[in-house]
């Protein structure tokens, strides 16, 4: 009895490496058989074009992130509260609903730039240069700038969650005796020393994740190794798409890494504005001197992850007008116009995918959230914290190579009861998000005080029951954050849930993809509304609850 | 056996350096013991260990006969040790109101009623509702002691817990612990800072230094003879001089000779010097002093005391003064009466 708290926690550790690993693991079995040479053979132009990219999406997230996080931090706490609230809202937007809206917006027909183009002048028989590059170039809103500022527009939040946690954690009275010592010189060597590290870490992040995405470059037309691996599933050549995946890991590994590295460094290791941390001392602006650059910064940082696609969605829902029926796939368009019945189309049209993704979603984040707690609770109390950075690594491994492994791993003869159905998306997601969800709960355990434990034992509770009476409640808020980054990241999960997802049973991310794909129609774009209203749903019985204790208190 | 707990050879070890080393002490029901110290000198470490909230590196902890804990291993855990702690940080739960608080630790020991009357006793009756957040600082100590003695503990350990309090909230804390404690048979180990705590609550006192037990003794002892500098400087007994042997009976230090018990052995000594000792002479007894600064001190009567931070060859000592003629920077002279004690360490 005295070793079972040991073998639990070796049976936890080994099933967590399995899920996350597994696929990857079977992925590098299939790929070592293939000539690497061959296979890379033309692809060091779009390893290098999608390494620009990455650069580029990491940038804009700083600039974006960091000044956003300053000066949202120093505002009043009104100010503080919707501008961070607006601020992460963007984290719960989906990539590449944003690179859609932009098409539609920005793109060579774009409803903003179209008009504008002819506001200038510009037609078919213009000679200014700009016209005619215009017309011969795809636009840039296909191009690699384009997707590092779609991505980096919807990353910066990550970048401003650990400026700002850094900024909380920072007596700022270092701040004011930097001033009395050295004037505005030494708050800016001190404020480098504080903020640089986390926003650098946290940049290295984004970089690393905008490396393994796949859909919005699809969307905007730019060539990226995750493309050309789904090239090869659709051709059935799985083991050349297993090798093509591979010259990605080691530079996600190591950005990830790194960056996870420097974050942990800098003590920005958890979201703690998420979780409500209450700071020590801060000196906090108020009035208008603080409260307007806060407001406007925050508009001009969601201007990509929110103000484009809600302008681009409610503009279509609201003017389009589709003028016939027709056939999309399993999906069949409806005739709407106007918004209501735009909404109304769209649910007809994927109200199951919605209702499925909804359950699926919930359930997985809820068993991933519950492993987590378990797996945390026996590492921590055997000291095998360490253990769990291992599987940081899983976050790295590309959606298509998760994907690709899976099917490398179900789908034959023993494995076929699994794989058509929907636990093979459930394994998917636990392979690319289980990371995040135990990150995020190992930090909302953490952040309980040791001590509210010991005195909860030396009140004569047992283990467990000081689990349920003192770690539990005092954690929620950090874990009700894991369970939201899972349920976010699951629902709107596209790439390696578009390569496994039993065919009958389709999940609203996926649908609403091959939707986009197909036109700029109104019930198209309330799907997408659907798929927004879906990663929001949660958000509901939260804020019931958050009002209900304030009007209890 | 009448002992509580009983604490023999312990010692620990963090990241290979030792925090504690050799600590044996015991303790009887009722009884009062103040562990006093520098910062780091073991004290927290020592609550818990007996706690059991960790396990020693040697020795062992018996509590009530029982060995609970012995090298690298933790013999009966501490929920079945009927030991309550009072952490430095108080380690409220921020979840549950006052009255949850207590009801919490007596949970199978009186429950919600007896978790009522201790909070009646406590002054806070009226707080019963009020979450963690609204509490203030001193209502914050009340709960952590009254959660404590909720649990009926045969040990209340308390860890500097009256560390954030002004001094008046201090006294008054003091107070209720006591009338708390006097009904019942719990044995109380304090570790604090304050000399004003151990000298108003404990009846013996354990100094720490550098994990080393360098006293352990009845509180009247320790401050007759504290026997070590720790000892000394923790209860505030007086100055520390250093000097030389002259001889088993005096020695010589920078403010003169002085006298010392019989059988001082030859070689550097450090002294204690208590307050009274040192004065103002007349020439041509005593050394060449400058008087640096005066401090004013209250004392029981309604006299202020005057004190003089006098100079001899760069070192400095306080010295009373009675003379209200004296000023800073005035040279006097001044001797240390009467026999200084050698303090260890």
Known sequence: MKRLPEILAVIAVTFAVAVVFSPLAATLTRAGAHSLAEVFHGLGATLAGSTATALASAFVALLLGAPLAILVERSGRRTRFLCSALGLAVLMVP?????????????????????????????????????????????????????????????????????????????????????????????????AHVLVPPALGAALLVFAVTLTEFAVPQLLRVRTIGEAVYEQIQEGELATAAALGLPLLPVVVAAGALGAFILARSRIASLSVLEGEVPKYIDRGIGLKANAPAAIMT???????????????????????????????????????????????????????????????????????????????????LRWRPVLGILGAGLAVPAALVGLGLIILWDHGWGAAIY????????????????VAIFLTQGALARVPHELESAAALAGRKPFERLISVVLPNATPGLVAAWLAMYVLSATEFSATLLI????????????????RRGQEPEIAACQFLLLAVIALPLIPLAISRLARKGIS | MNEILRVTGLGQTYHGVPVLQDVDFS????????????????????????AGLEAPRRGEIAIAGRPVSRASEVLLAPEHREVALVFQGLALFPHLNALDQIAFAARGRGGIP???????????????NAPLDQLSGGERQRIALARALAQEPRLLLM???????????????????????????????????????????????????????VACDALETVLTRPGHIAAARALGLGQIVEGAALSDRTAQ??????????????????????????????????????????????????????????????NLLRVFVRDRSVSAGDRVRIAIQGECEILEG
């Open chain 1, 95 to 191: 990539p590449y609903i944003v690179a859609e809206s932009s098409i539609v917006l920005f793109g060579p027909a774009g409803k903003i730039s179209r008009p504008v183009a002819a506001l200038l002048g510009f037609g078919p028989h213009s000679t200014n240069p700009f016209e005619i590059a215009r017309f011969a170039a795809p636009g840039f809103v296909y191009s690699r700038a384009a997707v590092g500022i779609v991505m980096g527009g919807c990353l910066f939040p990550i970048v401003a969650l650990a400026v700002a946690s850094a900024f909380r954690r920072t007596d700022l009275r270092v701040f004011e005796s930097a001033r009395l010592a050295q004037g505005r010189r030494g708050v800016l060597q001190v404020a």
């Open chain 1, 299 to 381: 508009l001009v940082a969601v201007i990509p992850g929110l103000i484009v696609p809600f302008t681009s969605l409610t503009w279509l829902v609201t003017a389009a007008k589709l003028p016939q029926t027709s056939a999309i796939g399993t999906h069949k368009l409806l005739r709407a116009a106007g918004f209501m019945p735009s909404l109304r189309g769209a649910w007809e049209l994927a109200h199951d995918d919605a209702l499925r993704t909804i359950l699926l979603a919930g359930f997985g984040a809820t068993l991933a959230t519950t492993f987590a707690i378990i797996l945390v609770r026996l590492t921590s109390r």
């Open chain 1, 420 to 435: 058509q159905g929907l636990p093979v998306v459930l394994l998917a997601w636990f392979a690319r998000f289980l990371p």
């Open chain 1, 501 to 516: 997802a039993p065919p009958g049973s389709p999940l609203l991310a996926p649908s609403v993809v091959n939707l986009m």
């Open chain 2, 27 to 50: 303790a009887g029901p009722g009884e009062r013991l103040a562990v006093l110290g520098p910062s780091g000198s073991g004290k927290t470490t020592l609550l818990r260990l007996i």
């Open chain 2, 114 to 128: 007896q978790a009522k009357s201790l909070l009646e006793r406590i002054g806070l009756g009226h707080r019963a």
């Open chain 2, 159 to 213: 860890d500097e817990p009256f560390a954030s309090l002004d001094d008046e909230k201090r006294a008054e804390m003091r107070d209720l612990l006591r009338s708390l404690l006097e009904k019942h048979e719990t044995t109380l180990i304090l570790v604090t800072h304050s000399r004003e705590d151990a000298l108003d609550l404990a009846r013996r006192v354990i100094v720490l230094e550098r994990g080393q037990q």
């Open chain 2, 253 to 314: 230090t920078p403010f003169g000779i002085v006298n010392l018990p019989a059988g001082a052995k030859p070689g550097r000594l450090r002294l204690l010097v208590r307050p009274g000792q040192p004065s103002l002479v007349l020439e041509p007894a005593g050394v060449d002093a400058e008087i640096v600064s005066l401090e004013l001190r209250p004392s029981d009567a309604r006299e202020i005391l005057r004190v003089a931070v006098v100079r001899v060859a760069g």
